[in-house]
């Protein structure tokens, strides 16, 4: 029972990253709506989602296990002697 915790546990922080950044672009979006149409306004905007875009890739890598080694090419056989 210990792994299925421990993949439980692993969901449930994965389902609440998810949500996060569906927020996050949510309210994004929201903001965009709402700007006044200013270059400062924009560039702000740009600046936010830069930080956070850098931040979810962080949490992405950060939380992805590397890909496992391919496997050896088995040998060429010899012909017969």
């Known amino acids: 029972m210990e792994d299925l915790s421990r993949l439980t546990a ?3 922080n994965i389902t609440t990253v998810a949500e996060s950044a569906i927020a996050l672009i949510n309210g994004l979006a929201e903001q965009i709506r709402n700007l ?3 270059q400062a306004a924009i560039d702000a905007l ?3 989602l830069a930080a956070e875009s850098a ?3 962080a949490a992405v890598t950060a939380n992805t296990p ?3 080694e391919p496997a050896p090419e088995p040998a060429p056989e010899e012909p017969p002697v």
Do not use: K, R, T
């Open 10 to 12: 692993q969901v449930s």
């Open 66 to 68: 590397p890909a496992p």
């Open 36 to 38: 006044p149409a200013n």
């Open 55 to 57: 931040n979810l890739a």
């Open 46 to 48: 740009a600046d936010s």
